[in-house]
């Protein structure tokens, strides 16, 4: 039991991991083969674009913070300014990221892309991640 995966704090084996947001938005779009091809080669980009944003956001905050040693404000207002700049061209990879899913669904598939677009916000957030809903009876 101790070399064995940990117990889940309910004393029982861990819940199977949540499904991944990919799959999930593969299913909910009801994507054929083609689809499926080109939706991955969409996140293959996206992902590459994020981790480009993601190192600049962790370099700027290692500055930010290796601020406080100087305590310069000047310095500290150009780096916040340059997170928030950065932070919004995240935000704005993500939402071209799904206009670019628009672009791929079929007309007969944008009713289930528009109800996807009222999930979004769940599919992604941390804690849906971290903590998935309990089973529905």
Same mark, same amino acid.
């Given at each position: 039991?101790?070399?064995?995966?940990? %117990?889940?704090?309910?004393?029982?084996?861990?819940?199977?991991? $949540?499904?991944?947001?990919?799959?999930?938005?593969?299913?909910?779009?009801?994507?054929?083969?083609?689809?499926?091809?080109?939706?991955?080669?969409?996140? &293959?980009?996206?992902?590459?674009?994020?981790?480009? %944003?993601?190192?600049?956001?962790? &370099?700027?905050?290692?500055?930010?913070?290796?601020? %406080?040693?100087?305590?310069?404000?000047?310095? $500290?207002?150009?780096?916040?300014?340059?997170?928030?700049?950065?932070? $919004?061209?995240?935000?704005?990879?993500?939402?071209?990221?799904?206009? &670019?899913?628009?672009?791929?669904?079929?007309?007969?598939?944008?009713?289930?892309? &528009?109800?996807?677009? $009222?999930? %979004?916000?769940?599919?992604?957030?941390?804690?849906?991640?971290?903590?998935?809903?309990?089973?529905?009876?």
């Amino acid at each position: 039991m101790l070399l064995g995966n940990p %117990l889940h704090p309910g004393m029982g084996r861990p819940p199977f991991r $949540k499904e991944a947001p990919r799959e999930t938005i593969i299913q909910m779009l009801h994507f054929d083969k083609e689809q499926a091809v080109q939706y991955k080669q969409l996140i &293959d980009q996206h992902q590459a674009s994020i981790r480009d %944003l993601d190192d600049k956001i962790s &370099d700027t905050k290692n500055e930010l913070y290796q601020s %406080l040693s100087t305590e310069n404000i000047a310095s $500290k207002d150009s780096l916040l300014l340059t997170l928030a700049d950065l932070q $919004k061209q995240v935000e704005a990879i993500h939402y071209a990221h799904f206009m &670019d899913i628009k672009k791929i669904c079929r007309p007969d598939q944008l009713g289930e892309f &528009d109800k996807l677009t $009222k999930e %979004l916000s769940r599919l992604f957030s941390r804690t849906a991640r971290n903590n998935p809903p309990p089973p529905k009876d």
